[in-house]
């Protein structure tokens, strides 16, 4: 199992509230899927950014499944959710709305290289 | 790229085809079926027992279907037309294409009827740059289909072809065996439909952005009837602008897309073919020349853009929280992450712009519901300004792309390369800071901070807004403003210099407000002097300027959407006949292009050229200029929004005459708005202040 992952949901259940989701309401499904073909799941469930997580399947509005790898990648950054989905890579089902709002939740890639004068944003 | 091609869209799907009927393109062809920015056909050829097609007519029905009549057999060798064809083709979920053989002759015949068909499924980014694929193509036939697909890793996009006529079927086409009777007719319907994507292995979901592209179409004769009954009418003593609002209604109308999420309501795309998406500079503007007009346009740009509102730092799309998209793209290239658009962030004035369609969008509507909803989004927006576009450090936006070989040098609207040079011709270095930005952040603002008191319930908010808004105010004036020409500078360079070159951005400056009351007139003079103004419109670059060329794209053209801005701006500092002139100009000149304006045309003197000579471009129509107009119109007229009621200050020029605007939507219901033309534009105004 990889630390990412569940480092990666476990803070977001620990942060109880998301601003970002603040106007969203819906359970979110995802469905990371190992070589060996087995399923590791995880239920979102957003009241209004009110946010609970547990490691768990469950009735969802929305799926999003992905190769475990892909995952990982996503939670460090290193991945873009919306690429991933036009690839085929990142698989949503349902309402596709709350995949719009719950991918602004995965972090901003590494940044490598000293910032140029035009990256001073992020001071 | 040939001159007579016949185009037919609906949202971002699209057929470009040659007066035949037919598609053969090349990889670096514009031509084929394109669909969320991939092209699902690059070959569909007709022939008659193995002759291609000459064309006897086309019949543009609608922007969304045509009609091809066409007889056997090519050249200039008369033919002996004993068989004709008709192709009526229709952007449907890809196209319909019903096509019918009709026997003219007295005895029956026998015919092969054949389409060749074929897919490069080239990435639209790649039609313009010719990549070579990366993935593997196949071909499959089943039953009464012929399914074209292209495949790399988990990437698949399809096209399914189907005829409602049994057909041979291989994999390059279809083949129809037809015996026809004296006088008789054959008729097949052929469908070519798009998929994005295959089902899960489990075969039983299907991913939501397969049947999001494949939403249901609605009957779009009707919709498009419904769409005009619902626009004010005009009525004119000047018939050609009569023939440019119906274009620009019914061009607006084709424009319109829907991006995934949207479900049926759809947001101005940025202008055909090459930009059907969502732009956020584009959408906006359009959405607020449009406000007058239709208020669902802007609703829905408010709302995708703020769903796609970026959230964290990521360099090579140039994303930080809080900003507005530039461009969103969902091809193959998007896809693996060789080109940014998912979406792409590179655009300096998208932020502050989309306040100030919150703001003015409520202003027309009372829609306080929608300001409520995206108050995080407008806030974030506004923290945008402040904490992430002062690249310079002086409180200024300013823009510097973040990744070299995919990001956008220029991120304003004046993209080219060269579209910002100081008076001698020379280019800044970066980040610059151009002057409109600044303009928009300020009345980005002041917009906010209406809204935070009106709606948000947030005075300190909105005090200190007001307060950062004279704050800028008072330094732009002194930074950017050329003491010995009179005029504000195009923007400030990265050591704090101003670059120091007059431009059409002076108008931009007045819509804003940003602009000291005892400086606009000398501004306004500008405008409407002899180096900016032509007699059709005011140069994006004024003559004497290093760099200026009347056919160049951003320096020295005249853009018809920058007019309409300028034109808003003069009436705002009450140069109201000013504002008439240059309304009448552009709207003259759009009667030389039968009521479509171009996205820009050469900044010749009118007394030279005597007509408008087209910029040479391959986006027609294009969202702002088809805009333009409208906000032309609602600017002569005066109209603007006071409470719960529609101010109206007409002054219009004399040669339009009499002037009728009828049901104007808004928060008071449908008002009328009547105008006499009074405004001698023959001779030019010159920056005499309002009276």
Known sequence: MSDDVVEFFEELGRRGHEPLLAKVTGRVRFELVDGGGTTDRWLVAVDKGDTVVSHQGGPAACTIQAERALFER?????????????????????????????????????????????????? | MTENQVKILDGNTFVVSDERGDIEASLTDPTGLFSFDTRFLSRWVLTVDGQLLS?????????FETRFFLVPGTGTVYVDAKLSVIRHRSVANGFHEELTVLNHDDKPVEVTV??????????????????DKKGLY??????RRLVLTYRRETFSRSTVISSSQPCALDEHGLTFQLQLGPHGSWKTGLDVVPEMLEATEDGDTEPSLAWQARRPRTNMARNLERWLDQAPRLECDW???KTTYRRSLVDLAALRFSPISAGRHSLPAAGLPWFMTMFGRDSILTSLQALPFNQELAATTLRELALRQGTRIDDFRDEDPGRILHEMRYGELTAFEERPHSPYYGSADATPLFVVLLDEYERWTGDTRLVRELEFEARAALRWIDEYADLQGNGYIAYQRRHQETGLENQCWKDSWDSISYHDGTLPGFPRATCELQGYAYDAKLRGARLARL??????????????????KRRFNRDFWVEDGEYFAIALDADGGQVDSLTSNNGHLLWSGIVDKAKAKAVARHLMGERLFSGWGVRTLAVGEGRYNPIGYHVGTIWPFDNSFIAWGLRRYGFKEEAAQVAAGIL????????????????????????????????????????????????????EPVGEHLLVDPAVSRAIGRLELLDIPGRWGRVDAFARGRVDTSAPARGRPGR
């Open chain 2, 138 to 143: 196949s071909t499959r036939l089943d039953d």
């Open chain 2, 455 to 472: 709606v948000w319930h947030d005075p300190a908010f909105a005090e200190a807004l007001e307060r950062q808004a004279a704050d800028l």
């Open chain 2, 239 to 241: 018939e050609p602008l």
């Open chain 1, 74 to 123: 996503l939670c460090r950054g290193e991945e873009n959710a919306m690429a991933a989905v036009l690839r085929g890579a990142l698989v949503c089902t349902g309402d596709v709305e709350l995949l719009f709002a719950i991918q602004r939740i995965f972090p901003g890639p590494p940044r490598e290289r000293p910032a140029m004068p035009g990256a001073e944003g992020s001071r």
């Open chain 2, 588 to 639: 003259e000149a759009a009667e030389f292009f039968d009521g479509r304006l171009p996205e820009a045309f050469g900044g010749y003197p009118r007394s030279m050229t005597k007509y408008p000579v087209q910029y040479p471009t391959a986006c027609s129509p294009q969202a702002w200029s088809t805009g333009a107009p409208l906000l032309l119109l609602a600017t002569m007229l005066g109209l």
């Open chain 2, 55 to 63: 064309p006897l007519s086309v019949d543009d029905l609608q922007y």
């Open chain 2, 114 to 131: 054949r389409l060749e068909a074929g897919c490069d499924f080239a990435d639209l980014f790649e039609v313009k740059d010719a990549v």
